[in-house]
């Protein structure tokens, strides 16, 4: 939007643009492009795709990414153990793509997922 004076003398010279927000609603869209890939026994790191701006319907505040163990295998046993999942929620910048998440648990099941927030909440996750 841009805001500039009339009067009898004349206009005021050009301003420049300012970007706001009539309202705010959810996200429409959930990052692409999710990827993971392991660097240890327990640290990922999470990659994404930025979201198209006009999908945030407002102003980008970050993303969250929810990571929630499911389980894990016993190392000498081979049987998968059922514990309660816990879910971890990280939020990154608005100008950020990618996430390291250290101190996961050895030879464990996560179930992973991103998602993108303005002031009104997130969006449906991918």
Do not use: C
């Amino acid at each position: 939007m841009k805001v500039r004076a009339v009067n009898d003398v004349g206009q005021s010279p050009e301003p420049d643009p300012y970007i706001g927000y009539s309202g705010e609603d959810v996200p429409l869209e959930a990052p692409m492009d999710v990827g993971v890939v392991l660097l240890n026994s327990t640290t990922i790191r999470v990659t994404w795709a930025a979201v198209d701006k006009d999908t945030v319907r407002g102003h980008l505040l970050g993303y969250k990414i929810y990571l929630t163990r499911i389980g894990s295998r016993g190392h000498h046993r081979g049987r998968r153990s059922r514990e309660p999942g816990t879910t971890v929620v990280l939020e990154t910048g608005a100008n950020e793509e990618k996430k390291v998440i250290n101190d996961l648990r050895p030879y464990s099941h996560y179930a992973l997922s991103v998602t993108v927030f303005n002031s009104k909440g997130r969006g449906t996750p991918l």
